[in-house]
């Protein structure tokens, strides 16, 4: 993935909403450089306005300020970018989009990232 994928995708992302508890990041990363261990991934915090958007580098860790870890092969890099974010799901059934979940449920939720997780259909909602 490059700058430009990545504002193609960052733009077809939903709306940022503030949320209450501390913010987690949901990190994008290209296959080839997840398979590396290294390389960049793109951060989108959707629970905080204040947190840059942008490249990161990736040593194959996974810092404690991310919630969720998208692994993207080059096709769900050009679809997302294309379609937006309602071709996630079926991407991700497909495994075009390999999903990490790296947090417990109740910080997804303060931080604003598990009704995204929900959007993608990987967690269903908490009734």
Known sequence: MDDERWLRILQRLPEVEEAGGPPLAVAFIGAEDYAAKRGQTWLWWPGSRARATGPVGFDGRFP???GLLLVMNDIAIEKVGADGTACMAHLARLLDIKPFVLR???????????EFIETLELATPKH
């Open 64 to 66: 404690a300020d991310w």
């Open 104 to 114: 417990q449920r109740d910080e997804l939720d303060e931080s604003g990232v598990l």
